[in-house]
């Protein structure tokens, strides 16, 4: 299966990979899923007041729960808007699914003790085993369950707001994410958390070592992804781009503030351009030694 770049500098011509093994689409299914059971949401009050209203009546009070909870699952949540999700299988779909799974075959090659992690497409808002995935935090990974979330609608964003438009800039994101997993499988991720717990006045310090490490992981994958002649300088170009639209510095900006350095989360823009390129022109773990200097 060959990704092959097409001749407009920064669209990329792709096979469509078939493998769902790793995706779960939760588009249009409303994030939630209904609360089914005996007594479905009533609370235990709620179900001895049903138990004895049916002792006055005569009715069977399981009855009554039954009719209860059929009524709950089958209602749509409260102010849950229908959502319509797009085809299983349209053209951002199949791009994504194959981005995730290009990278993560490199890092098989790369890592024997590597194992997958699940993409999860949701829209708007799901759950995760870190609590609510929400399409306005943008793309994340989720430690405890091992899983990426994002709302497809963050490329558009990616385009609009932060001028970082092509498909390798995309694919760019997706492969940020697997880095953190990659962090996680090493147990970097377990190391960084227990130093921000025992030092909390470097906390934020910590957490752009581990974003920029991130990033130069996804360099890495693009270094292979290189060297099988999937890229040309025009689409690295436009992932360095989208590194560099992302900056702390560069959203503080655009919130209008002022850049604060001991706020930084991710990394400046300069910063998150070195690392990525430091993992493009490298291709190696070794070069990615974010924490011994930013």
């Given at each position: 299966?060959?990704?092959?770049?097409?001749?407009?500098?920064?669209?990329?011509?792709?096979?469509?990979?078939?493998?769902?093994?790793?995706?779960?689409?939760?588009?249009?299914?409303?994030?939630?899923?209904?609360?089914?059971?005996?007594?479905?949401?009533?609370?235990?009050?709620?179900?001895?007041?049903?138990?004895?209203?049916?002792?006055?009546?005569?009715?069977?009070?399981?009855?009554?729960?039954?009719?209860?909870?059929?009524?709950?699952?089958?209602?749509?949540?409260?102010?849950?808007?229908?959502?319509?999700?797009?085809?299983?299988?349209?053209?951002?779909?199949?791009?994504?699914?194959?981005?995730?799974?290009?990278?993560?075959?490199?890092?098989?090659?790369?890592?024997?003790?590597?194992?997958?992690?699940?993409?999860?497409?949701?829209?708007?808002?799901?759950?995760?085993?870190?609590?609510?995935?929400?399409?306005?935090?943008?793309?994340?990974?989720?430690?405890?369950?091992?899983?990426?979330?994002?709302?497809?609608?963050?490329?558009?964003?990616?385009?609009?707001?932060?001028?970082?438009?092509?498909?390798?800039?995309?694919?760019?994101?997706?492969?940020?994410?697997?880095?953190?997993?990659?962090?996680?499988?090493?147990?970097?991720?377990?190391?960084?958390?227990?130093?921000?717990?025992?030092?909390?006045?470097?906390?934020?310090?910590?957490?752009?070592?581990?974003?920029?490490?991130?990033?130069?992981?996804?360099?890495?994958?693009?270094?292979?992804?290189?060297?099988?002649?999937?890229?040309?300088?025009?689409?690295?170009?436009?992932?360095?781009?989208?590194?560099?639209?992302?900056?702390?510095?560069?959203?503080?900006?655009?919130?209008?503030r002022r850049v604060s350095p001991d706020n930084f989360t991710h990394g400046s823009s300069d910063q998150r351009y070195k690392w990525f390129k430091r993992g493009l022109d490298t291709g190696k773990i070794d070069a990615?030694?974010?924490?011994?200097?930013?």
């Amino acid at each position: 299966m060959n990704l092959q770049i097409g001749k407009k500098g920064n669209a990329m011509e792709w096979t469509p990979d078939n493998d769902n093994s790793n995706i779960e689409d939760r588009r249009g299914s409303g994030g939630r899923m209904g609360r089914a059971g005996i007594g479905g949401g009533l609370g235990i009050g709620g179900i001895l007041l049903v138990v004895a209203f049916g002792l006055l009546t005569g009715q069977n009070p399981l009855q009554i729960l039954g009719l209860i909870s059929s009524a709950e699952v089958n209602s749509p949540a409260p102010n849950a808007p229908d959502v319509q999700g797009p085809p299983a299988n349209d053209k951002t779909t199949q791009f994504v699914r194959f981005v995730f799974n290009d990278v993560q075959k490199t890092w098989h090659s790369i890592l024997p003790q590597y194992r997958d992690a699940k993409l999860v497409l949701f829209t708007d808002v799901t759950d995760s085993g870190c609590g609510d995935a929400q399409s306005a935090t943008g793309p994340f990974y989720c430690p405890p369950d091992q899983k990426v979330y994002i709302d497809l609608g963050f490329y558009q964003e990616l385009a609009d707001r932060f001028s970082a438009p092509g498909d390798f800039a995309q694919a760019y994101v997706l492969a940020h994410e697997v880095g953190h997993h990659v962090q996680n499988i090493l147990g970097i991720e377990q190391k960084v958390r227990r130093l921000q717990q025992s030092n909390p006045s470097q906390q934020n310090a910590l957490s752009v070592s581990t974003e920029l490490q991130a990033d130069c992981f996804a360099g890495v994958w693009g270094k292979s992804a290189a060297q099988r002649g999937e890229l040309d300088p025009g689409d690295m170009e436009a992932g360095l781009n989208a590194a560099k639209a992302i900056g702390d510095d560069r959203l503080q900006k655009q919130a209008g503030r002022r850049v604060s350095p001991d706020n930084f989360t991710h990394g400046s823009s300069d910063q998150r351009y070195k690392w990525f390129k430091r993992g493009l022109d490298t291709g190696k773990i070794d070069a990615c030694d974010t924490f011994a200097g930013n």
